[in-house]
Structures are given as C-alpha cells and as structure tokens.
C-alpha cells in the first residue's frame, strides 16, 4: 500500500495506557461471585447462563452509501445511541479508489466495519457487553444504508469461560 499513514493505537490520545502495565505483576484471583446480580463486571446474564458479551457480525448487502466516511461516522453513531452503549472514539479511513474501514470504540467494546461500496457489501462487526442491546443495531444499520438485506449471525462471547476458569455459581 502506498502512502498510507499508520495509526498506532495509544500514541496521541488524550486518554487510555500507551502499553500494558506490568509493573504492578499479576492480577490477584477474584474471590467474589460472578453470578451475582449486584455485581459490577458488565458480564451478560441470561437463562443459558452468564457470558461477556454479544458479538454480532452484520452483513449490509445491496447497500448504498458505503463509499461515504461521514455517513458511516453517523451511522456507527446512531447504533451507540440506540443501544445504549457508551461512545469513547470514532477513527475512520478512506481507501482510494474506495472503501471504508473503521471502528467506534465504546465503553461496552465495539463496533467496526470495512465496506466494498462496488457490489453494496459492508461486514459490521457490533460487540457489546453490560446492559447495551446491539440487536438494535441490524434496524440502524438497514435504514442508514438503504437495504433490506441484511445478514447476522451471532456469537455469545465468552460463554463457558467461567466456568472454565473455575469459578462456581
């Protein structure tokens, strides 16, 4: 790729660590309940049982307005504001001769995308923890980008690993 400028997460931003902090060594284990309700750890809790997160992957299909950074800026805003999850940055970019690649991270994770404007193509990515519902986000994406056609499949993260990790209800 030529003359494209790299963007190294953590260098310039006003906030968030540069680089893992080791210093302090090993976080001691949690003694305390994941299960319980008044916990504040953001995991989701539901009848199949506790897990991190809900990680959608969106298919936008036969969709216009792909090619547009300032309209899939607002779109990743209005999916925030839907669900009820926390904006913390935006950071797009526009390919030449076209396309776009980017990512809102939010206090709840992420949603992401890199679109193919020539055949009407974009993969979202929409992961969210805690109390945000990205479900919403299939709705906010089909109207901002002008298409009924639109593909998900979801992946409970996490699921399993706590119990994995060896913690009892």
Same mark, same amino acid.
């Given at each position: 790729m030529k003359d494209v400028n790299l963007f190294q997460l953590g260098y310039g931003l006003e906030t968030g660590a540069q680089e893992e902090d080791t210093a302090r060594g090993p976080v001691p284990a949690c003694d305390r309940d994941v299960f319980d309700d008044t916990r504040d750890d953001h995991f989701i809790r539901d009848e199949a049982g506790v897990f991190a997160g809900t990680h959608l992957?969106?298919? $936008? $299909?036969?969709?216009?307005? &792909?090619?547009?950074?300032?309209?899939? =800026? =607002?779109?990743?805003?209005?999916?925030?504001? +839907?669900?009820?999850?926390?904006? &913390?940055?935006?950071h +797009?970019?526009? !390919?030449?001769? =076209?396309? @776009?690649?980017? @990512?809102?991270? &939010?206090?709840?994770?992420?949603?992401? $995308?890199? +679109?193919w404007p020539e055949?009407?193509?974009?993969? !979202?990515? $929409?992961?969210?923890?805690?109390?945000?519902?990205?479900?919403?986000?299939?709705?906010? &994406?089909?109207?901002?980008?002008? +298409?009924?056609d639109v593909r998900v499949r979801e992946l409970r993260r996490g699921e399993g690993v706590v119990s994995e990790a060896g913690i009892s209800p």
């Open positions: 992957i969106i298919e $936008v $299909v036969k969709g216009t307005g &792909l090619d547009d950074e300032a309209r899939i =800026q =607002q779109a990743f805003r209005d999916c925030v504001g +839907t669900c009820g999850a926390t904006l &913390l940055h935006i +797009t970019h526009k !390919f030449s001769p =076209q396309g @776009v690649s980017g @990512v809102a991270v &939010l206090a709840e994770s992420h949603i992401s $995308v890199h +679109t055949i009407g193509y974009g993969a !979202f990515d $929409v992961f969210m923890c805690g109390d945000a519902k990205p479900w919403l986000a299939v709705d906010v &994406l089909a109207r901002a980008f002008n +298409t009924s």
